[in-house]
Nanobody
Framework: VQLQASGGGLVQAGGSLRLTCTASGRTSSNYAMGWFRQAPGKEREFVAAISWSGRTTYYTDSVKGRFTISRDSAKNMVYLQLNNLKYEDTAVYYC?????????????????WGQGTQVTVSS
């Protein structure tokens, strides 16, 4: 399974970006997916997750109401819409495929990781 994250870039505070994660290889839609991020000098942290069905989503508190995770299982794609971006959202964003069907918020529940896409928010 290979995961490719894209859509990052440089944006002013208050702006928006849409991240896309494309899965290839031995893919299956019967897994939850998630987005994590890692800022310089900090540990990788959970951002959002979506169950295999798409019916359940979780967000870290700092992005609730601003970020939206969604998926198109027919296309093997997962999206993260980032609105009202803040300087503190600056990080490398990683998509990941969970070990199971339920949305998960911890790193060890994920088996496959993409290479990351840089999001930089200028203040």
């Amino acid at each position: 399974v290979q995961l490719q994250a894209s859509g990052g870039g440089l944006v002013q505070a208050g702006g928006s970006l849409r991240l896309t994660c494309t899965a290839s290889g031995r893919t299956s839609s019967n897994y939850a997916m998630g987005w994590f991020r890692q800022a310089p000098g900090k540990e990788r942290e959970f951002v959002a997750a979506i169950s295999w069905s798409g019916r359940t989503t979780y967000y870290t508190d700092s992005v609730k109401g601003r970020f939206t995770i969604s998926r198109d299982s027919a296309k093997n794609m997962v999206y993260l819409q980032l609105n009202n971006l803040k300087y503190e959202d600056t990080a490398v964003y990683y998509c990941a495929r969970a070990k199971g069907v339920g949305a998960a918020t911890v790193l060890h529940e994920y088996a496959y990781w993409g290479q990351g896409t840089q999001v930089t928010v200028s203040s």
